[in-house]
Structures are given as structure tokens and as C-alpha cells.
């Protein structure tokens, strides 16, 4: 059987930079948005295939975020500012200290809250991947917020529990929307389906605001993190169980909402790596381009059968990492795990928040570039 994809395959993680022209039609919802987001996605597409990427993403270019997004197909949930929510959330203080960590104005993240029950309006992503599929040969992933990050982050007790007096039940309904949505996209040949979970490094990594420091996606938790992390390991579980053809990925990050490292979180994977191992995907896409994620060694106990989606350039910086600084990163990489299980990738998306981008499209395809040649190398 033909592989889908070479060794080291060349990736991304998902979001790609907003063209201002877009941003402009989205702040002001034009008339003609969707034929905008369409040119948006083709010219991302263009650029990822002209840097050499082995699988591609559709950029996430009708997204605000990651996962705000749900608020446009999902019926029962409202998009909220930061700002808004300091109405309703009920440790103010801690709140309030959350959005100084930051280093983001509190307009400038907008956070998708339940507020009724969900039903789904149309697909949260099906329709995005057909519209991929149809204009690139290549393989393609397509990203999904994960269970945890949604029941955690959206709901609020005094919004929500009208419609689910717990986390759990909303967690309940979170599982079967995207169970469902992902059985369609393997039903309809998608490669690569990769989960959103970046908050599952909040849990055990001490921030520069101690226990709630991750963007805006910490509204709903319990003191425990192995609470939280056992929920977490059963939710995905329950989303993929029995999900056959696609390559089922996570992706965990330490934030990526800013240029300053000294606001994001640091730490090693070892106190994950338990919880990890229980969770039935088949890749993990980890940051290891800066110090602040420890050694690869912390991966060595993983499941033979478990990838690594190696982040190797940091969408933060402006600086280009060279093939070979890259190349040689990845052979450390591939001492632990094997080559056959590193895919090549930034440590997040190169877009985040559509108003406040990390980084802009010139400097991310010359860091995809770096990659792909890295990747030449590799295989050389």
C-alpha cells in the first residue's frame, strides 16, 4: 500500500494569517463574506502547497478562532468578549488577574458561551473540508476544538446552567456533536483530524498568574488536575472510539497569544505524558521549538503506535529557523521515537485571534519553507 504522505511529512497546525482585506469584511460582516473567505482560503492553500507542506490546512480562514467559531453553526451559544463576560463570571478577582496576565485587551478575545441548549445549525467543519478537498491534491487536515477545551471553556454557571446545570451535561452534548461530525468527515475520505486541546498544559504547568492562565479558555475547572485530566482523556476517548480511516491527532500548546515568552506557559510533557498514553488517537502535535517545553526524552514511554507532530519552528518569531538547526532537532526527536513516527510542524497556528495574528504570511512561509527543506534533508 502506498504511504499517503512521505517520511517527515511537512505540516501545520492549523490557523494561518488573515489578508487585512478579510479582516476588514469580517469586522463589518460584508455582503460578500463567504466569497471573501473563499479567495482567503485558496491564497493560504497556495501558499502552504508553494512552501512545500505535504498536507495542508484550509488556514481556518472563517474562523475568528480556533473555536469561536461554533458560535456561527451551532444554535444555543453566544459569542462574548472577555470584557462582557466580567459581568457574569464568579471569582471577578481571579478573572480580572487573568486578563493582566495576558498581555491581551480583554476586547480582543471573544469567547464562545452556552447560554441554551446546542443543536447544530449545519456541520462545524464538514463544509470547510469539502471546499479544501476540492482545490488542493494533496492530503489535508482539518482541526476541530476538542471536547475538554469546549465544556470547559464555554460554560458559565450563571449563563449556562438554565440549559445544563453541569459541565458534565454540556460535555454529554459536546461529544456527541463532534462525534458525529467527525464519523461524516471519515465517511467522506478525510486524511487527518486533529483535536484542539491546548488547555490541557494549564493544568500542570505554573503560569505567571499561578492557576488560571491560559487565554480565555479557563472560565470552568475544578481544583483537582487529575481530575480535570481523567475527564479529559475521557472525553476524547468517547469522541473517537471505533472512528476508523482517518489519522486521529491531538494538539497541545503552552499559548500562543502572544510574542512575549515570559507570559506563556513552561514546563516538560512528563506529567501529561500518564494521560497520553490512555488517549486513543494516533498523533500527538507537541511544542518543542522553544526550551520552555523541556526534553523529547518525556515522550520515550509513549505507545509504539503514538506519531509525534514535532513542533520545530516558533509562529511567534520573526526570526527563520535554518534546515539544518531544524534538521538537527528532529534527529533528537527521531533518536527517541523513530523516524517513521515524526511529522514536521510550527508548535501552533500562525494566526490565533484574526485580529491579533502572531505572525504575518510572509514570515510563515518562509518558516514552512525551512521545514520542507529540513524534511528534504531528513530524507536525504
Sequence with gaps: MTPRWPLYPVTVVGSWPRPSWLLEAMKRRAPNLREL???????????????????????????????SFITERLD????????????????????????????????????????????????????DYRFLRAHTRRPVKVTLPGPYLLSRSTW?????????PT?????????????????????EGAEL??????VLTELVFAGKSATRTFMCA????????ERELEFAVELINRVVDGIEGPLLALHICRGNWSQREDVLLEGPYDPLVPYLRRMKVRQLVLEYA?????????????????????????????????????????REAAAVLGAERIFLNPDCGFGTFAERPVASARVAEAKLAALAAAARILRA
Design 37 to 67: 473567505q473563499d479567495d482567503a482560503t485558496l491564497l493560504a492553500i497556495k501558499r502552504q502547497e508553494d512552501a512545500g507542506v505535504d498536507i495542508v490546512s484550509d488556514g481556518e480562514q472563517r474562523r475568528d478562532n480556533f473555536y
Design 76 to 127: 444555543g451559544i453566544r459569542l462574548m468578549t472577555m470584557a462582557e463576560l466580567l459581568d457574569y463570571v464568579e471569582d471577578k478577582a481571579g478573572f480580572e488577574a487573568l486578563l493582566g496576565a495576558l498581555d491581551v485587551p480583554a476586547y480582543a478575545i471573544k469567547n464562545p458561551t452556552v447560554v441554551g441548549r446546542l443543536s447544530v445549525r449545519e456541520p462545524l467543519v464538514l463544509g
Design 156 to 164: 458559565v454557571k450563571s449563563l449556562s446552567e438554565g440549559a445544563y
Design 167 to 187: 459541565r458534565e451535561s454540556l460535555a454529554d452534548d459536546f461529544v456527541r456533536i463532534l462525534r458525529d461530525e467527525v464519523k461524516e468527515l471519515a465517511r
Design 193 to 198: 483530524i486533529q483535536f484542539d486541546e491546548p
Design 218 to 225: 479557563a472560565l470552568a475547572a475544578s481544583a483537582s488536575p
Design 290 to 330: 522553544t526550551p520552555r517545553a523541556g526534553s523529547v526524552v518525556a515522550l520515550r514511554d509513549l505507545p509504539q503506535r503514538t506519531q509525534l507532530g514535532f513542533g520545530v519552528v516558533n509562529p511567534r518569531t520573526e526570526e527563520i529557523e535554518t534546515p539544518a538547526w531544524i534538521a538537527a532537532r528532529t
